[in-house]
Antibody, heavy 125, light 112 residues
């Protein structure tokens, strides 16, 4: 059974970098076709896809985050991480990590089929 | 970006009755491989979202067959044949035709 767990500080100062890590169990992060993802939910609002990373480091991100975003993968720990720079109060949200499956030009596809429990991050001084 | 629009945003339903949620996309979600890349997620109160249906009509593992999805192009529908109390929550549609993936605003289903 696949399990994802977010970890990181719950409070980040404005203009600093928000860093979250997702630890994956039950599946190897280097398994083909899996893209390791971050999605956030702003308070009382809907869902926003942030980015995903493949095990080789290839990253696909939402342009709305412009150049503030980077992701990394640690295959030895079966973890992946999100780093969001220059945060403001508008970045306060629940951040979910999720597993996304897309392979063979989309002929093998499942979507975001496993999610972490979510990590609440507040940006405030 | 592709804009996803759901309706209604609030859906009170009597247990045992059917329910239907509409999702429209600002562009066709039909891929050259013939699939429409539209998924449905449910976020139950206090929980993370979970996958209900992918590629318009394929139920995810463990999803009861009272849930069904249909549609093509820009118009999609999620139907619940007989609503149960455990179905309460917020339903989101999402496109995955290309990045950035975008979600609908969510439809809150509540029991009358």
């Amino acid at each position: 059974q696949v399990h994802l767990q977010e970890s990181g500080p719950g409070l980040v100062q404005p203009s600093q970098t928000l860093s979250l890590t997702c630890t994956v169990s039950g599946v190897s992060i280097i398994s083909g076709g899996y893209y390791w993802s971050w999605i956030r939910q702003l308070p009382g609002k809907g869902l926003e896809w942030i980015a995903y990373v493949y095990y080789n480091g290839d990253t696909y991100s939402n342009p709305s985050f412009k150049n503030r975003l980077s992701m990394s993968v640690d295959t030895s720990k079966n973890q992946f991480s999100l780093h969001l720079k220059f945060v403001t109060a508008a970045d306060s949200a629940v951040y979910y990590c999720a597993q996304y499956y897309y392979n063979n030009n989309g002929l093998e596809y499942i979507g975001f089929d496993n999610w972490g429990q979510g990590a609440l991050v507040t940006v405030s001084s | 970006d592709i804009v996803m629009t759901q309706s209604p945003l609030s859906l009170p339903v009597t247990p045992g009755e059917p329910a239907s949620i509409s999702c429209r996309s600002s562009q066709s979600l039909l891929h050259s491989n013939g699939y429409n890349y539209l998924d449905w997620y449910l976020q139950k109160p206090g929980q993370s979202p979970h996958l209900l249906i992918y590629l318009t009509s394929i139920r995810a593992s463990g999803v009861p067959d009272r849930f069904s999805g249909s549609g093509s192009g820009t118009d999609f529908t999620l139907k619940i044949s007989r609503v149960e109390a455990e179905d309460v929550g917020i339903y989101f549609c999402m496109h995955s035709l290309r990045t950035p993936h975008t979600f609908g605003q969510g439809t809150k289903l509540e029991i009358k």
